[in-house]
């Protein structure tokens, strides 16, 4: 594992690497010190090489390309090894300078060559005192050897907790994300709530209080003698009333198509699932059976019900294939909505998330008289289906009263005439 060097430097890595630089350049300073203060035969040989040493590494901490290339890291940590081989030849202090290269090979390298570097460094820390003392003691032995497993095991257990942390950040940041999306998703679905209950109020009072007047004054035109010439300006201004609501009534109608849902308004309800799916990679949509126009009320609900599970299946299912079928029989219509993903317990399943899990897909399909169903265990996929009882009429409500409206109203003009 090598230690992503282009990633941010967090304070307490940064402390860390300036303490590293810290040790070596004093353990550095040591050696030349103490070959200029026992007067070594080799104090100058030991000055030059600790400066060499010193400035080599100074280059190499400073340059990008041995931050950002392992190549350049392994060149700069052999150059560093060839001329420490040389001051643990000139000197018995070199052997100190072991320590700071573990951390530095370990922190470059992958976890195996950076194990096998500081194995071969501790071997050379020791071959190092044993020829300059000329005597073996476990000291010789222990020290650079302890030093080497707690350098490996120092690493290793920084790096987990650095993982722990990224893991950490980012389940923070998804759930940041996750919230936004889901009072985005809340935002949207009070949207188009109220722009339904807005479509359901203008056409049950003020369409058909308007059909009512033009029915009504349609019938007290009918109801007057034409020849009379002192109703004739009465007759004129009902005229004009029945034209003015009739008006009124084609406007009110215009509102309520108005406010159709979004999804809905550029086509129907299998080309708004065909859109759905596009967004999807995985998901493919499919029609069944004779399509046949649903009332407003039925699209919405199947619209919301596949786009509450389409939601689920991309982020929980992990599926590799998802499908939505649209299928039309005589007296009903179903929608299925079916996915190869992990699946899951439905009776342990949460309550939803912001109000779009699985108590609200049956929620808007037992409002509408129809039957929810889930099946699914895990790692054996999901399939949600709906199944909603059409009408014995297959328009939209609201278009079927209004049509109802007009029949009326031609009803009475055809009594008026028949009399």
């Known amino acids: 594992m090598t230690a992503s060097p282009l990633r941010p430097l967090t304070p307490v890595s940064r402390v860390l690497r300036l303490c590293l630089h810290a040790l070596?350049?004093?353990?550095?300073?040591?050696?030349?010190?103490?070959?200029?203060?026992?007067?070594?035969?080799?104090?100058?040989?030991v000055v030059a090489v600790c400066a060499v040493l010193a400035a080599l590494y100074g280059a190499g901490a400073r340059s990008p390309a041995v931050r950002g290339s392992a190549a350049a890291a392994g060149g700069w940590l052999a150059a560093l090894g060839t001329v420490w081989a040389a001051l643990l030849v000139l000197s018995p202090d070199g052997l100190w300078i072991a320590f700071p290269?573990?951390?530095?090979?370990?922190?470059?390298?992958?976890?195996?060559?950076?194990?096998?570097?500081?194995?071969?460094?501790?071997?050379?820390?020791?071959?190092?005192?044993?020829?300059?003392?000329?005597?073996?003691?476990?000291?010789?032995?222990?020290?650079?050897?302890?030093?080497?497993?707690?350098?490996?095991?120092?690493?290793?257990?920084?790096?987990?907790?650095?993982?722990?942390?990224?893991?950490r950040r980012e389940l923070i940041e998804e759930l940041i994300a996750t919230r936004a999306e889901l009072a985005a998703a809340e935002r949207d679905a009070g949207t188009v709530a109220e722009r339904?209950?807005?479509a359901r109020e203008i056409h049950d009072t003020l369409a058909q209080g308007l059909s009512s007047i033009q029915l009504l004054l349609r019938a007290a035109e009918r109801a007057l003698p034409e020849r009379d010439p002192r109703l004739a300006p009465a007759l004129e201004h009902i005229g004009r009333a029945r034209e003015a609501a009739q008006d009124n009534l084609a406007e009110a109608r215009r509102f309520?198509?108005?406010?159709?849902?979004?999804?809905?308004?550029?086509?129907?309800?299998?080309?708004?699932?065909?859109?759905?799916?596009?967004g999807v990679p995985q998901a493919r949509f499919s029609v069944s059976g004779t399509p046949r126009e649903l009332p407003t009320p039925y699209e919405v609900a199947l619209l919301r019900i596949a786009q509450s599970a389409l939601a689920n299946v991309v982020r929980h299912a992990g599926a590799g294939r998802a499908?939505?079928?649209?299928?039309?029989?005589?007296?009903?219509?179903?929608?299925?909505?079916?996915?190869?993903?992990?699946?899951?317990?439905?009776?342990?399943?949460?309550?939803?998330?912001?109000?779009?899990?699985?108590?609200?897909?049956?929620?808007?399909?037992e409002t509408l008289g129809g039957l929810f169903t889930v099946e699914s265990a895990p790692g054996q996929g999901t399939a949600v289906a709906v199944t909603l009882p059409l009408p014995a009429c297959a328009p939209d409500t609201a278009d079927a009263a209004d049509a109802a409206a007009d029949g009326a109203v031609d009803a009475a003009d055809h009594l008026e005439a028949s009399r």
């Open 24 to 45: 070596l350049l004093a353990l550095l300073g040591l050696a030349a010190g103490r070959a200029v203060a026992h007067s070594l035969p080799s104090a100058g040989a």
């Open 101 to 167: 290269l573990y951390f530095l090979e370990l922190h470059l390298l992958r976890l195996r060559w950076g194990v096998a570097a500081v194995a071969v460094t501790a071997g050379a820390a020791i071959a190092s005192f044993l020829g300059h003392s000329g005597t073996v003691t476990p000291g010789a032995f222990l020290g650079p050897l302890l030093g080497a497993a707690v350098a490996v095991a120092t690493v290793l257990g920084y790096q987990a907790l650095y993982r722990e942390s990224e893991r």
């Open 196 to 198: 339904e209950r807005l």
């Open 256 to 278: 309520v198509r108005a406010l159709t849902p979004p999804d809905l308004e550029h086509g129907s309800l299998a080309a708004a699932l065909e859109r759905l799916c596009a």
């Open 323 to 365: 499908g939505i079928t649209l299928t039309f029989m005589d007296g009903s219509v179903t929608l299925d909505v079916v996915d190869d993903g992990t699946g899951f317990d439905p009776a342990s399943a949460p309550s939803g998330e912001g109000g779009f899990g699985l108590p609200a897909m049956r929620a808007r399909a």
